[in-house]
C-alpha cells in the first residue's frame, strides 16, 4: 500500500494549535487528517487552526474530514478554522455552504466568495428553491 501524499505538523500552545498540511487529501489521506485532527481533542486542545497553504489537492472525503472534526471540537467547546484553502476546497466550501470553517466566518453566514467571483449583493435564504434550469440545448430528451 503507498504512503498517503500527505504531511502533518503540529506546532501547540497551551491550549490552540496550529496544525499545517502539505500535499493531497484525498480517499487514501483523509484518514490521516481526521486522526491528526482527533489527537487534539484528546490532547486537550480546544483551539485549532489548519493551515492548508502547501495542500495541492482536496476531494470531499477531505471536506468530511473537516466537518467531522469540527462538530467534535465545537461539541468540546473549542473551534476549528481553516485557513488559506486551495481553490478546490474553496469551491467544494462554497457549493456546499460550508463557509464557517473558514477563518473569521461564523456558523450560519455565507462564505466569502473564492477567487474572483463577485460577492452577493443580498444573502439568500438557505431555504429557498431553486428553480430547475436546462443544462442541454437542442431537442434532448
Keep these: 500500500m503507498p504512503l498517503p501524499q500527505l504531511t ?44 492548508l497553504t502547501p495542500v495541492t489537492f482536496c476531494d470531499c472525503s477531505g471536506l468530511n474530514a473537516f466537518l467531522y472534526a469540527s462538530q467534535r471540537t465545537t461539541e468540546a467547546g473549542g473551534t476549528l478554522r481553516l485557513h488559506h484553502p486551495p481553490r478546490t476546497l474553496s469551491l467544494i466550501l462554497d ?33 429557498r428553491s431553486v428553480p430547475l434550469a436546462a443544462v442541454l440545448s437542442g431537442d434532448v430528451r
Design 95 to 127: 457549493f456546499t455552504g460550508c463557509g464557517f470553517l473558514l477563518l473569521g466566518v461564523p456558523f450560519g453566514h455565507p462564505a466569502p466568495p473564492p477567487g474572483d467571483v463577485p460577492a452577493p449583493t443580498a444573502q439568500a435564504s438557505p431555504q
Design 8 to 51: 502533518v505538523h503540529r506546532h501547540d500552545l497551551r491550549n490552540r494549535a496550529l496544525i499545517t498540511l502539505a500535499g493531497e487529501i484525498d480517499l487514501e489521506s483523509a484518514p490521516l487528517v481526521r486522526t491528526e485532527l482527533a489527537r487534539c481533542l484528546s490532547d486537550g486542545i480546544r483551539i485549532v487552526d489548519v493551515d
